[in-house]
């Protein structure tokens, strides 16, 4: 998530299916580069796929226009928009915290990363990182027994005081952990993250408790997160160090793995490693963009968390469409890229062994 690059865009038309027009002020959603598209999303950070099923989940970042949660069917790359205040989503639980009882200003909102918490019978719980009307990860439960997954907003947990909530993860024994990207009310963090100064930090959050600080997580922009699936062990990108950040939760051990690019969003592939998007520039680079558009060089990588060996599976120059790619998520084998720049989401085939490096 790159705060500097919020800025009017045109407003979308339909979503597109494959080869269509992608909307007015877009180019043609025909692949291009190795890519093909899902169009209709804008400016996704993150997605979250809903257990058992070939549905997606996407996050829309505000950047002009009222912004949306998406759902996508793989099969037929159909996207609908999800709108936190329908009548029919809100359904408070009176177990979150009673400082929450509405749901998210439709023309504010503006979400980030996502975590899925899988529940049985097809019910589950999603977190939502919003840093737009308010700064707070914002809890709905996901029902998946229909054709389709059907989301109720269910209540949100409000982040303290200058932080900025960026990417989340479900813990399995539930709640979740969430990075703070900078303190927004810093007018100098862009330039201290530039020279490499913590700016971010990671908090803990389980039902029945109060949001917690997590002991020796503070980092340079605080960005991706993810949990070991043991629950053991939280990774999370310091975007602005070019840096993975591992913190064990049980002794509070900390390593670090650089990396050769700038990290952003972290999920799981299924031989173990962590799929990380990012971007081959500087913190100052991207702090310099203005407008709607930042194109930068990119990458989407799997990074093997005990060697610290990185393997290329994607990557571009940058470009009028793709500017970059904030994060990846494999899916049958497939990577689903969420981008920045058109209104789109990549999908390439999961192939290849890549170019490795340390």
Same mark, same amino acid.
């Given at each position: 998530?790159?705060?500097?690059?919020?800025?009017?865009?045109?407003?979308?038309?339909?979503?597109?299916?494959?080869?269509?027009?992608?909307?007015?002020?877009?180019?043609? !959603?025909?692949?291009?580069?190795?890519?093909?598209?899902?169009?209709?999303?804008?400016?996704?950070?993150?997605?979250?796929?809903?257990?058992?099923?070939?549905?997606?989940?996407?996050?829309?970042?505000?950047?002009?226009?009222?912004?949306?949660?998406?759902?996508?069917?793989?099969?037929?790359?159909?996207?609908?928009?999800?709108?936190?205040?329908?009548?029919?989503?809100?359904?408070?639980?009176?177990?979150?915290?009673?400082?929450?009882?509405?749901?998210?200003?439709?023309?504010?909102?503006?979400?980030?990363?996502?975590?899925?918490?899988?529940?049985?019978?097809?019910?589950?719980?999603?977190?939502?990182?919003?840093?737009?009307?308010?700064?707070?990860?914002?809890?709905?439960?996901?029902?998946?027994?229909?054709?389709?997954?059907?989301?109720?907003?269910?209540?949100?947990?409000?982040?303290?005081?200058?932080?900025?909530?960026?990417?989340?993860?479900? /813990?399995?024994?539930?709640?979740?952990?969430?990075?703070?990207?900078?303190?927004?009310?810093?007018?100098?963090?862009?330039?201290?993250?530039?020279?490499?100064?913590?700016?971010?930090?990671?908090?803990?959050?389980?039902?029945?408790?109060?949001?917690?600080?997590?002991?020796?997580?503070?980092?340079?922009?605080?960005?991706?997160?993810?949990?070991?699936?043991?629950?053991?062990?939280?990774?999370?990108?310091?975007?602005?160090?070019?840096?993975?950040?591992? /913190?064990?939760?049980?002794?509070?051990?900390?390593?670090?793995?650089?990396?050769?690019?700038?990290?952003?969003?972290?999920?799981?592939?299924?031989?173990?490693? /962590?799929?990380?998007?990012?971007?081959?520039?500087?913190?100052?680079?991207?702090?310099? !963009?203005?407008?709607?558009?930042?194109?930068?060089?990119?990458?989407?990588?799997?990074?093997?968390?005990?060697?610290?060996?990185?393997?290329?599976? /994607?990557?571009?120059?940058?470009?009028?469409?793709?500017?970059?790619? !904030?994060?990846?998520?494999?899916?049958?084998?497939?990577?689903?890229?969420?981008?920045?720049?058109?209104?789109?989401?990549?999908?390439?085939?999961?192939?290849?062994?890549?170019?490795?490096?340390?």
């Amino acid at each position: 998530m790159l705060l500097a690059l919020v800025a009017a865009l045109p407003a979308p038309g339909q979503a597109a299916g494959p080869g269509q027009a992608a909307g007015p002020g877009s180019t043609s !959603c025909a692949p291009r580069d190795g890519l093909s598209f899902i169009c209709g999303p804008e400016a996704s950070e993150d997605l979250a796929r809903v257990p058992g099923t070939p549905w997606l989940i996407a996050s829309g970042l505000n950047v002009g226009r009222p912004a949306p949660l998406y759902r996508i069917d793989t099969r037929t790359r159909a996207v609908t928009e999800i709108h936190a205040d329908s009548p029919a989503m809100v359904r408070p639980d009176p177990e979150l915290p009673e400082d929450c009882r509405s749901p998210p200003d439709p023309a504010r909102v503006s979400t980030d990363g996502l975590s899925l918490h899988a529940g049985r019978g097809g019910r589950h719980r999603l977190y939502v990182s919003n840093h737009g009307d308010r700064r707070a990860v914002e809890v709905f439960e996901v029902d998946a027994t229909g054709p389709r997954p059907e989301l109720r907003w269910r209540g949100c947990i409000l982040m303290p005081d200058g932080t900025l909530p960026n990417a989340v993860t479900a /813990l399995p024994e539930g709640g979740f952990a969430v990075t703070s990207f900078h303190d927004p009310d810093d007018p100098a963090a862009w330039e201290r993250m530039a020279r490499g100064e913590d700016s971010g930090r990671i908090f803990e959050w389980h039902p029945g408790g109060a949001l917690r600080e997590v002991p020796g997580s503070q980092m340079p922009g605080g960005n991706g997160i993810a949990v070991s699936p043991d629950g053991t062990t939280l990774y999370a990108s310091a975007w602005a160090g070019a840096r993975i950040i591992v /913190l064990s939760r049980r002794t509070g051990a900390r390593r670090e793995i650089p990396l050769p690019f700038l990290p952003d969003n972290l999920h799981w592939l299924d031989d173990g490693r /962590l799929l990380v998007g990012g971007q081959r520039t500087t913190v100052a680079a991207v702090g310099a !963009c203005q407008g709607p558009h930042c194109p930068q060089p990119w990458v989407v990588a799997g990074l093997d968390p005990r060697t610290g060996m990185v393997e290329t599976l /994607l990557e571009g120059p940058g470009d009028d469409l793709v500017d970059y790619a !904030c994060g990846a998520l494999a899916l049958d084998g497939r990577l689903y890229v969420t981008v920045r720049g058109e209104r789109r989401i990549g999908v390439a085939p999961l192939i290849g062994e890549g170019r490795r490096q340390r």
